[in-house]
């Protein structure tokens, strides 16, 4: 399963990407689409913020074959994320901290602004009948 949209950096496009990520309900467990959509969610505010104006490219894709899903955040900006040295204080900085305590590896297209991450995932119990 691959799910990929495009949003406006704006501030109603974080919420915009979570009501896309439902989407993935049928195929990944309740807890992953939660951490899923805060990963998302956080990557997207990144690029709201450090491009502002500008499109944003958002693509998941669930592997059955090695229980893997994929995603990466696109924006068109031209700076650089500070990988692992993100100071959280007052004005932020805690997006890329939750980024990588939920996500099981993340990082940066090289020369880019357009985030990876990859975390395992389960499949949703089967409903009773």
Not at 91 to 109: C, I, K, Q, S, T
Request: with cysteine; net charge negative.
């Amino acid at each position: 399963m691959r799910l990929a949209f495009d949003l406006p950096a704006n501030r109603r496009s974080p919420a915009a990407a979570r009501a896309a990520l439902v989407g993935l309900s049928r195929h990944v467990a309740p807890p992953v689409l939660e951490n899923l959509c805060l990963v998302v969610t956080e990557l997207v505010t990144n690029a709201i913020v450090h491009a502002p104006g500008q499109r944003i490219a958002v693509e998941v894709a669930v592997d059955d074959d090695d229980g893997v899903l994929r995603g990466v955040v696109r924006d068109p900006g031209t700076g650089v994320v500070a990988i692992r040295e993100a100071v959280a204080d007052d004005e932020g900085g805690y997006g890329l901290r939750l980024v990588d305590r939920l996500a099981d590896r993340w990082g940066v297209h090289k020369g880019s602004t357009h985030v990876w991450f990859e975390m395992s995932f389960t499949r949703p119990e089967p409903e009773s009948a």
